[in-house]
């Protein structure tokens, strides 16, 4: 059956490192892959989107890379700051026409 | 633009009692969506819909029902409530469900809980 997982449900990190979270899935061969931020009690919000023959994209201290031999994503967040601290999502396109299935999300926590 | 809204905020039902959950979006957006979140769990969808008229299940659409008469509205309704739906549930939308489009705008959310 179809899997996203994504590590570890927290992660925890030094203000002013780089904290890197991971997307892995399964029995899936998406065209697209998105990232959203989800702050406690609020809806997710859309950060990144990467294509399947993209290797990497940015944008400011965001980072994503996709790769479908290995059937993963890495986002990054460089030089993190304590206002970084959010769960991050990330969802694929399906076959067909449904809709983007999301993972459970990994919660982030940067320390000052 | 509001983008999309969401009422209520809260609500709390009794066992067997009905309700709807409004969803509007001003972004004319042909897709919508409701997904319900529950601790750790993630995101399910519970239904969505292409369009004015044309609605289909996602992943748990049992004890739900969908409506989509207008571009803008998608209401969710709950007919007999039963304590497994206490959650908290999102609404959102996208231009398309496909490519460089389809990233989804969503609500700020309605926390159910049922006793």
């Known amino acids: 059956s179809q899997k996203i997982e994504q590590n570890s449900e927290a992660l925890n990190i030094q203000e002013g490192k780089t904290a890197t979270l991971t997307c892995n899935y399964t029995?899936?061969?998406?065209?697209?892959l998105q990232w959203y931020r989800q702050d406690p009690g609020r809806g997710p919000v859309f950060l990144l989107l990467?294509?399947?023959?993209?290797k990497e994209k940015r944008k400011e201290r965001l980072k994503v890379t996709f790769d479908t031999t290995l059937k993963q994503s890495l986002f990054h967040i460089t030089a993190s700051q304590p206002a970084d601290s959010a769960t991050y999502l990330c969802?694929?396109?399906?076959?067909?026409?449904?809709?983007?299935?999301f993972g459970k999300g990994t919660r982030l926590s940067v320390i000052a | 633009n509001a983008g999309v809204t969401q009422t209520p905020k809260f609500r709390i039902l009794k066992i067997g009692q009905s309700m709807t959950l409004q969803c509007a979006q001003d972004?004319?957006?042909?897709?919508m969506y409701w997904y319900r979140q529950d601790p750790g769990m993630g995101l399910k969808l519970i239904y969505y819909?292409?369009?004015?008229?044309?609605?289909d299940k996602g992943e748990v659409p049992n004890g739900y029902n969908v409506s989509r008469s207008t571009t803008e509205d998608f209401p969710l309704r709950l007919e007999l409530a039963a304590p497994s739906q206490t959650s908290v549930y999102f609404c959102?939308?996208?231009?398309?469900?496909?490519?460089?489009?389809?990233?989804?705008?969503f609500g700020p959310g309605t926390r159910l809980t049922v006793l």
């Open positions: 029995n899936y061969s998406p065209a697209y």
């Open positions: 990467i294509r399947e023959n993209e």
């Open positions: 959102a939308s996208s231009y398309s469900n496909r490519g460089d489009y389809n990233e989804q705008f």
């Open positions: 819909s292409v369009g004015a008229g044309i609605t």
């Open positions: 969802a694929l396109d399906s076959p067909g026409n449904t809709p983007l299935v």
């Open positions: 972004m004319n957006h042909n897709y």
